[in-house]
């Protein structure tokens, strides 16, 4: 079914009847429900996907002369929108508005649009735009903080301003895409996908914007922010995830080196950055043991390759195995 939140308005478009379907794209959210539309100007492949609340898009365009497309939204929202492939800007603008605004290309922005036409003005080439449209409540996601430039088009959103708003655009590079395209991977093998799934792979997308921001305010270089960021990655990865987290990988996404990252933990905390990464993971075996799944199934929650493993992490951590922790949330025996 089409989007419940904006479509694509195809009278303004000139597609006819006669159309031909003559344009073949790589898909991009496999999964999804895809459309093809075609004329002499514009060659148009779109994928989109819904779960709950949530939206997600990509568009793959190829114009052969100066075109422009118009979508109509039926309901305030939020895009977290990238321009991923192409060499000229995307033009976006709101009639009666005399503001225009320019996505250029790898880059990013969220953007504010209330119940409008949104009209897209693309120069002779071809580009991608992926995007998601955004619940409010998703920006407060485990209570991330710090992005303060969102204020703007949060506070559009919820008084419902007549006016589109969009944040200071970001890069949105290797890392991002790396990011994009581990979600094309999770939709390719569970075209149903949980929501968690989107959540958790926008999540490190928005660590990588306020990243970014910050970089560009000179803010990001601080060590306590560099190490604050690194916390809330590991215990988000090891509560939502079942694989194992690497302090390499939390280190890339925050583009530092991991001695590095475990150096400025040591100095801020004491111990290594390992030793945080242990507790958060022994916080979760603890939380599955007291929830009654089996030792085995705890094994693998928690990222263990094997339960022999994970009863050696449990009990240096803990001091009893796994057994051993089970029986102690039993309640003691009445007496006779």
């Known amino acids: 079914m089409p989007s419940e939140s904006f479509k694509l308005i195809e009278a303004e478009m000139d597609f006819v009847s006669k159309s031909t379907l003559t344009k073949s794209f790589i898909q991009r959210l496999p999964g999804s429900r895809t459309r ?30 100066s075109t422009q497309i118009s979508f109509e939204i039926l309901s305030p929202q939020t895009h977290l929108l990238y321009h991923l492939e192409g060499r000229q800007p995307v033009h976006y603008h709101q009639p009666q ?16 649009a209330p119940i409008t036409i949104i009209t897209l003005h693309f120069e002779p080439g071809k580009y991608h735009i992926q995007g ?23 506070a559009a959103h919820r008084q419902q301003h007549v006016q589109y708003r969009v944040s200071l655009d970001f890069e949105a590079m290797e890392h991002t895409r790396r990011i994009l395209g581990e979600l094309s991977t999770e939709l390719l093998k569970k075209p149903l996908i949980p929501k968690l799934c989107i959540l958790k ?24 922010l560099i190490v604050r960021l690194a916390r809330e990655l590991i215990s988000t990865r090891i509560a ?3 694989g194992p987290v690497l302090i390499i990988h939390i280190a890339e996404s925050l583009f530092v080196e991991s001695q590095y990252l475990n150096y400025l933990h040591k100095e801020r905390y004491g111990v ?12 979760k075996a603890k939380h599955c043991l007291e929830q009654r ?33 089970i029986s102690s949330l039993l309640p003691p025996k009445a007496e006779d």
């Open 132 to 154: 998601f449209t955004l619940p409010l409540e998703l920006l407060d996601l485990n209570e991330l903080s710090g992005f303060d430039y969102l204020d703007e088009v949060v």
């Open 240 to 242: 939502e995830t079942d």
């Open 36 to 65: 093809l539309l075609s004329n002499n100007q514009i060659s148009i492949y779109e994928e989109y996907l819904k779960t709950g609340n949530l939206e997600s898009y990509s568009y793959v365009i190829e114009a052969s002369a």
């Open 97 to 112: 508005v005399q503001e225009e605004f320019h996505l250029r290309p790898f880059h990013g922005a969220f953007f504010y």
């Open 272 to 283: 290594p950055i390992t030793h945080y990464s242990n507790q958060e993971r022994l916080k």
């Open 293 to 325: 799944l089996s030792i085995k199934i705890t094994t693998s929650r928690c990222g263990f390759s094997d339960q022999s493993s994970f009863c050696h992490f449990f009990k240096r951590h803990t001091g009893l195995t796994p057994s051993e922790y």
């Open 201 to 224: 792979k926008i999540q490190e997308l928005l660590y990588l914007i306020k990243d970014k921001m910050l970089r560009a305010k000179g803010l990001l270089r601080h060590p306590d």
